[in-house]
């Protein structure tokens, strides 16, 4: 029986197979590979240069007919100079800050724990991960009732530990416990995630290091310190990355919990730029403001990726 | 540090990377700091210079 191979080349039209057969090896890859670029090119590509574009423009998308007048770096230096927009990038690094540092401490634990050989282990797993698994949207709503000052449950969990009255505070509407509750929810969703690239991390160690170590008679801290951390560390770097990425840009769950409020305590750059752009409608101005915040997370991402190479060498 | 700057002289990769690096940091560090102003307003101009110089210099020698 003849192989795909032969069998795909019989059935191919003797006019398309005489073409096909002129072309070289390199302009077949190009066809194959043209699809792909073409919808890059699209998709990405087009949009950032347009973006660059009209963030130099008083370009306004509900007024289409308008005139639009090139306007130079006025938008740029109007957004760095607003201490309002410097107040929610303060708002996002304290976010980003305690968010990251949360989530790498509790999911490297976890996994630590979940690594240790014991009955009902994928049970726990499983359970750990499910948060994870839930809609943004979902969980917004679902902790925006546990955060109930009068029927919540988080106000009475902290109330049986710390003896406070569970109406004395409100987790999303005080100033100064607003930015904790964002902080405390995408904890409890996310660290999964990084339990999941840690555990991976600590699966990939093989036991015969351990043995060694155990025949050099080195402690389980001194094991620990020297063996499961260098070794763990080019994944919990990628965790990092991945996380710090989608928090910088962090919009839905923060909208559904507090909308940006009280105030604008947590109106993180995301939900600044989505008002600036589809509320009040300036085009330009958000496009510039999109472009400061891409070149951030380029830069910082570019230099991640360089540092995790070298992680990965070592 | 004396071979740190003897790699910037012969433009080579890894010391440029590493300017381009701390640039990209402290512009950064501006861009979120809670201390002053005029540290965000130019944080942009520190970060873009960075960022472009990274991918510049990356297509250095090693």
Known sequence: MANPVDRVAQATPPTIARRVRGLSDRAIAWIFVAPTIFLLLAINIFPLIWTIKLSFTNFKANRI????????LRNYERILTDSDIWLNMQATAHFLFWTICLQVLIGFTLAWLINRKFKGNDLWTTIIVLPMMLSPAVVGNFWKFLYQPQIGLFNYIVT????????????????????????????????????????AGLRSIPDYIYEAAEIDRASKIRQFFTITIPMVLP???????????????????VVQL?????????????INLKREAFEKWRTGYASA?????????????SIYVKALNKVKER | MKRFFSDLVRFRRGAWEMVASILIGVGVVMLMQPFAMWAFTWSFVVTLTGTVMFIVVSHFPA
């Open chain 1, 258 to 270: 507090t909308g940006g409020g009280p105030g604008s305590t947590t109106e993180l750059t995301s």
């Open chain 1, 160 to 199: 049986f530990f710390t003896g406070a009255k569970a109406s004395s505070f409100e987790m999303l509407g005080q100033v100064n416990l607003a930015p904790w509750s964002i902080v405390i929810v995408d904890t409890w969703m996310w660290t999964p995630f990084v339990m999941l690239i840690c555990l």
């Open chain 1, 235 to 253: 994944f919990l770097m990628l965790a990092v990355l991945f996380r710090g990425i989608e928090n910088f840009k962090m919009f839905d769950l």
């Open chain 1, 65 to 72: 007919g308008r005139e639009v007048k090139d306007v130079g």
């Open chain 1, 289 to 301: 403001y999109a472009i400061i915040l891409f070149v951030t997370v380029f830069g910082l991402a």
